[in-house]
């Protein structure tokens, strides 16, 4: 698409910290996202053990792992049926499942609902952005979280929609997006301006993890990069940031570490020096090169070659 | 990897000059005319102000004077009660058929529970009051829970609930209508406070809390959200299911108080005399923007759209029109409203 | 948009014809000797559509009564919930049918229908008797009880010209014009109108069924016609929402209302005042009637084709004398 009506990567890692600070002001805040160090010994934000989840008679994960940290960019790619999008959702509280564990920095994580994920500060970017149409690019950040006016008229429900769309427009215009947050509706804007409202709102409120399913799926070339610019940002400034994508170069422009899933498991794992487009499609394919250990298995608890 | 800020700044300059397809749709540069237009409330608030104006012409004075606005509004109310509830329904994508039926009902609650206690004056009739918001709220709780939880289509649900809340009514009262209203409550019905009629200007209060709670609350916002994408809701968090079961137990307490009104404006429960409420309700609702898709919809634009049938009606008969052709005339204006609302929704987008 | 409407003196889509289909296999062994004693332990079934509160009541009350006299055991009048739906009442006929009256009482919710539902119980000889409402097929019932709408219509009409003084403007409001009950009652009124040259019928309406709309149109009208002196109805539910309109107005005993019969919502209004006369019919005695011509069928006797039950006026001012509250339609039997 001609033009980028999304920019984002305006700012640096330090104002993206700054600003989820601000927001996390008054409200409960879990353990902080730790601080950009050696990226090797960092603690994994996120660890989910032997994941199974059954669909009736189907069996979607059958003893999935998967493993994030903080400040890191850890792709999550798999074939069709491999069972992503299963564990997104139970990750992101949408999904129960049936066996195995899952913690997040260190406390167990079992969420039943959306809202005990972001309780525990994991933000989630669905498919299909999960925007309420008709309205707008602020009621949309805020949605589930709207701001009350103070005193006894906000007791009572009454939101404070000033203060929501000026926080939009801020956050808006510090990621770049350039989604009107004077509009009455997302539905008036185009698509690049509605991922653009949904990866913000993520952004935004996410405290330790972000998951982003298949962001760049629609989006054309430049808006592309611009996500992945974002992406990189976020976890520069301590997220530990989730990507799920088909696209080979995307994971290979912008992941840390990439973790295969292949028929409901974990396959492999590569560092982003360990891979290569051939490796990563064998790996999702069921190819002989996957299963190199020396090269693509890392262990959890060592570091590994950058 | 870390952004590099004049390479942001290369990519903002790239976004300055305006993109031909990816553009976006927002109308921001169209005049504050075309803006006028496409607002959702314009179309009905043309239509009665061209109404009123059609009619004052064509009857004079017998239309245009203190007592046929006062006849108007009085014959707005009742149904304008009812369709406030129904609104909040409709905004959720869902619907309620029941509510005219659930008005019976809780008319006929409210005279037993009046009955039982005695006496006519204000707690009575106040006792009454509460009586009939609670059958109301109880229906409208049943309908909630059986669409939200059951999972059950709205209208099935709510056809049913009309038929068997109908049905109770009969049997609570014995197959004839109840008439014995207390005495406080006729009065409400028939006197004036300052000119107004309370029953009106208890609507009218009724309507613009609702409006505000409508519009300006999380538990609106809330509404709002649930109709325009159920999904997006539950991802964020809220809980639907509780929130459907509140939005229906509201239409049923709006029915309750419906049917409290209408005691005191009737002095009967006028069993079968309400048997196309839920309908000239939610035409009301659709004439002032609400959509039946969801998550769009304004009790202003209620209000607005339960005045038009009435002054239509009010219109053509003092016009002399005969009766068939007003209900030709109300349909056909239903159906242009839903036709234009939806080219200017597909306009907008 | 159109429901039938229940209780309302005869909303029903038009007077069934049909003739009441009774079981004639009491009669084959009934048919004996004439007299009281020969109906001992024979049935008499009644089904109508519940269309006026306690209409039916009474006359089950006047056929019970008549019934006992001659020694018949007179079943209670069955009716279908929705009063007016002719395919509930031919499930209701059924499960009556299928107990085997010697003779069947018949208001039918539609005459055509009707008529269908009781043929092949007629065919086998059951005497029925229709009540108020015509069946289309005639032959279907031996005798058929009614009071006149016109008849009524006419009374309610020289009622209201009294009372205004036999000058000035009156209306008329029906509903479901379609009904020959309504078409009765209205006809009646024009004709009794138009011997009274300085009375002026302004306007027929026939607004829909709902009590809110009936009100609007009647506070419509009232407006376009200041000086209006009278309004006839054809029920009381049209009467009631009249009463708010005029309440509404402050033109209550400045408006003269006429309305039919004798439920208690009528009679309310009829002591307030709002509504100032009704058209009173005689269901108990129709009930009584037609249990009479069951009799002289079973025994052989002549049967009168055709009978109907006599109608009076009843005015607010005479609403409580002991003549009229012994006509009262919710009295026990």
């Not at chain 2, 061209?50 to 006849?71: E, K, P, Q, T």
Request: glycine share 12%.
């Amino acid at each position: 698409m001609a033009g980028t009506v999304v920019s984002y990567g305006t700012e640096s890692s330090n104002q993206v910290r700054e600003r989820r600070a601000r927001r996390a002001g008054g409200r409960m805040t879990d353990t902080p996202p730790p601080t950009a160090t050696d990226a090797g010994q960092r603690p994994p934000a996120l660890v989910a053990r032997g994941i199974v989840k059954r669909y009736g008679h189907v069996e979607a994960l059958k003893g999935a792992d998967f493993e994030c940290r903080a400040g890191e960019v850890t792709a999550l790619i798999g074939d069709n049926g491999a069972g992503k999008s299963t564990l997104v959702k139970i990750l992101s509280g949408t999904a129960l499942p049936d066996a195995g564990t899952i913690t997040v920095n260190g406390a167990e994580y079992r969420p039943d609902s959306p809202a005990a994920s972001h309780t525990a500060g994991i933000e989630t970017v669905y498919q299909d952005l999960a925007l309420a149409p008709d309205l707008g690019p602020a009621a949309n950040l805020f949605l589930g979280r709207e701001r009350r006016r103070a005193g006894l008229l906000g007791r009572l429900g009454f939101m404070d929609d000033r203060a929501m769309r000026d926080d939009a427009t801020r956050t808006f215009a510090e990621l770049g997006v350039t989604a009107d947050t004077s509009r009455a509706s997302v539905r008036a804007l185009s698509g690049g301006q509605r991922q653009g409202v949904a990866v913000a709102r993520a952004v935004a409120w996410g405290r330790s993890i972000v998951l982003l399913d298949e962001p760049t799926a629609a989006l054309g070339v430049v808006q592309t990069q611009n996500v992945l610019r974002l992406v990189r940002t976020v976890a520069d400034s301590g997220i530990a940031v989730v990507l799920i994508s088909h696209s080979m170069p995307d994971v290979l422009a912008v992941a840390d570490r990439i973790e295969v899933l292949r028929l409901g498991r974990r396959v492999a794992r590569f560092t982003r020096a360990e891979a290569s487009v051939d490796r990563l499609v064998a790996a999702m394919t069921g190819g002989a090169e996957a299963a190199a250990p020396a090269a693509g298995l890392a262990d959890i608890n060592g570091g590994h070659p950058a | 990897m870390s952004p590099n800020a004049t390479e942001g700044r290369a990519a903002t300059a790239g976004a300055a000059t305006p993109p031909p397809d990816d553009i976006a749709r927002d109308g921001r540069g169209r005049p504050a005319l075309a803006r006028v237009v496409a607002n959702p409330l314009f179309a009905v608030v043309t239509g009665l102000i061209a109404l009123v104006i059609a009619f004052s012409i064509v009857n004079g004075s017998a239309f245009a004077s203190v007592d046929n606005v006062r006849n108007i509004t009085l014959d707005a109310a009742i149904t304008l009660v009812l369709a406030v509830g129904i609104t909040y329904v409709i905004v959720t994508a869902g619907f309620d058929l029941s509510v005219g039926s659930v008005l019976v009902f809780s008319g006929v609650f409210a005279m037993k529970v009046m009955g039982w206690v005695g006496g006519s004056s204000w707690p009575t009739a106040l006792l009454g009051l509460l009586g009939a918001l609670a059958a109301g709220g109880a229906w409208g709780a049943l309908n909630g829970w059986l669409v939200a939880y059951a999972r059950l289509n709205p209208i099935i649900v709510t056809l049913g609930s009309l038929g068997a809340a109908l049905g109770l009514s009969l049997v609570v009262a014995g197959g004839a209508d109840l008439v014995d209203v207390p005495a406080s409550m006729i009065d409400l019905g028939n006197e004036r406070v300052l000119g107004v009629p309370p029953v009106a200007l208890i609507a009218l209060v009724f309507a613009a809390v609702a409006g505000v709670v409508l519009a300006k609350t999380v538990f609106g916002r809330h509404t709002y959200a649930i109709g325009s994408s159920k999904e997006a809701a539950e991802r964020a968090g809220i809980a639907v299911e509780r929130h459907l079961v509140r939005i229906y137990l509201f239409s049923g307490a709006c029915a309750g108080l419906a049917g409290w009104l209408a005691l005191a404006r009737f002095s009967t429960t006028s069993i079968s005399g309400h048997s196309l409420d839920a309908l000239n309700a939610a035409t009301a609702a659709l004439l002032g923007g609400a959509s039946l898709y969801g998550g769009v919809g304004t009790i202003v634009g209620t209000v607005l759209g339960a005045f038009i049938p009435v002054v239509l009606a009010n219109g053509l008969v003092i016009g002399g029109v005969q009766s068939y052709w007003q209900q030709v005339v109300t349909g056909v204006v239903l159906v242009l409203a839903v036709y234009l609302d939806s080219e200017r929704r597909k306009r907008n987008e | 948009m159109r429901k039938m409407g229940w209780s309302v003196p005869a909303f029903a889509v038009a007077c069934a014809v049909a003739a009441c289909g009774s079981s004639d296999s009491g009669g084959s062994g009934a048919k004996a000797a004439g007299g009281g004693s020969s109906f001992a332990g024979k049935k008499l079934s009644i089904v109508m559509p519940e269309s006026v509160p306690g209409y039916a009541k009474q006359i089950g009350c006047g056929a019970y009564e008549e019934g006992k006299q001659l020694g018949f055991d007179v079943g209670r009048p069955q009716a279908p919930s929705k009063s007016q739906d002719a395919a509930e009442q031919a499930q209701v006929l059924q499960s009556v049918l299928a107990r085997n009256p010697a003779g069947l009482i018949f208001s039918a919710a539609d005459p055509q229908a009707g008529g269908v539902a009781i043929k092949p119980a007629v065919s086998k000889g059951l005497p029925v008797v229709a009540v108020d409402v015509a069946l289309a097929d005639p032959s279907l019932a031996i005798s058929f009880v009614s009071s006149s709408h016109e008849q009524g219509g006419k009374l309610g009409g020289e009622l209201l010209a009294k009372q205004i003084g036999e000058r000035g403007q009156v209306l008329a409001i029906g509903v479901i014009p379609s009904n020959p009950i309504t078409q009765g009652r209205i006809k009646g009124f024009k004709e009794a109108m138009a011997e009274f040259p300085d009375i002026d019928v302004v306007a027929i309406k026939y607004p829909d069924l709902d009590i809110n709309k009936i009100a609007a149109e009647a506070s419509a009208l009232l407006n376009r016609y200041p000086n209006l002196k009278g309004i006839y109805t054809t029920n009381d539910t049209i009467a009631s929402s009249v009463a708010t309109a005029l309440r509404q107005s402050q033109k209550v005993g400045k408006v003269k209302v006429i309305t039919w019969d004798l439920q208690p919502a009528g009679i309310k209004l009829l002591q307030e005042g709002s509504v100032t006369g009704t058209v009173v019919q005689r269901p108990r005695e129709e009930g009584r009637i037609a249990v009479q011509q069951l009799a002289n069928k079973l025994s052989g006797k002549p049967v009168t084709k055709s009978v109907t039950a006599p109608l009076s006026t009843a005015t607010n001012d005479q609403i409580n004398d002991p003549a009229i509250k012994a006509l009262y339609y919710s009295n026990p039997c």
